[in-house]
């Protein structure tokens, strides 16, 4: 029997370890190369299932209409989909900084299409649910994938890959940035190369850049200003600052540290500078829904 409630399903973040933007197609969409990571700052979806078809976010974010949000529109998809008299109870807590380029409201979308194809009973394939999730944002299908990958086109050509494991500093700075608005910057560079894979994944990956980075900086001197910060707690602690970088389009900025007790050090130097929210988060190479039966 399916269950009726689905408490605490977790929404991961992600990170960009690299984002380099590869062209522009004719329908306005961008040809995008990146590498994704998932780390252990998660959101909470909590489902309660309803026999009226009735779909209800019971805590609906501010300023955020339901028919604009994810979760909503998740369901919404997946109900249709599966052509089921089933409705659902919404309940979602954040801790992923909305507008920060961590994936916050696409990992929401892609735990409910996860957690509702059980709880409604539909077992819909993953495949199903990646083109669901397709059509409510780039990143959605990464998450259904749960796990480490490199992904091309808008982002929804997946390949695994293995990376050693590391925890991350991450700084999330007093600012949202939209999304479309970097996209459409007319500084935006589009034309890098693809990357090759010619030697270790691991330091091909860092030898990448993220193309809406310098957009970014240029438009939030917050983002640039708790960058800079990270980069100097990185080359104290003897980390290779250049791989402290953005992620996605921002705000939030991030660097890789070879051991937790490095990371940690990292994150009290930042945290003098007073430059934003600073986490140190653990890398998982498996979405958590992935590893344990949901409900």
């Known amino acids: ?11 991961p973040a992600k990170l960009n370890l690299f ?4 062209g522009r197609r004719a329908d306005g969409y961008h040809e995008l190369e990146t590498a994704f990571q998932l780390i252990d700052l998660q959101d909470r979806v909590h489902l309660r299932r309803r026999d009226d078809g009735q779909i209800t976010r019971l805590n609906p974010l501010p300023d955020v209409p339901p028919e604009q949000d994810l979760t909503v529109r998740a369901a919404r ?17 954040k801790q992923i900084p909305m507008g920060g380029g961590l994936g916050g409201g696409s990992s929401d979308a892609a735990t409910v299409l996860l957690a509702l194809n059980r709880l409604w009973g539909l077992d819909r394939p993953q495949a199903e649910l990646a083109e669901l999730g397709l059509g409510l944002g780039a990143d959605v299908p990464f998450f259904i994938f749960g796990r480490t990958a490199l992904a091309r086109g808008v982002g929804e050509q997946l390949e695994p890959i293995e990376l050693p494991q590391r925890s991350f500093v991450v700084i999330a700075p007093p600012v949202a940035v939209p999304t479309a608005s970097v996209f459409g910057a007319a500084d ?10 010619d030697g270790s994944l ?23 200003s708790a960058l800079a910060v990270l980069s100097d707690a990185a080359r104290s602690a003897g980390v290779n600052p250049t791989h402290a970088r953005m ?13 937790h007790a490095i990371a940690d050090r990292i994150a009290q130097h930042v945290a003098r500078f007073e430059v934003g929210a600073v986490r140190v988060c653990r890398g998982l190479s498996r979405h958590p829904l992935g590893s ?3 409900g």
């Open 1 to 11: 029997m399916t269950p009726a409630e689905i408490h605490d399903a977790p929404a």
């Open 19 to 22: 984002l380099h933007v590869t």
């Open 77 to 93: 998809l997946l109900q249709q989909r599966g052509a089921t008299g089933f409705g659902v109870d919404i309940g979602l807590d």
């Open 188 to 197: 935006l560079t589009r034309n890098t190369p693809p990357l090759k894979i």
């Open 202 to 224: 691991d330091e091909r990956i860092w030898q990448g850049h993220n193309d809406l980075q310098p957009v970014v900086l240029r438009r939030y001197p917050a983002v640039a």
């Open 247 to 259: 992620s996605g389009s921002g705000a939030c900025v991030f660097c890789p540290a070879p051991s």
């Open 292 to 294: 344990r039966q949901v």
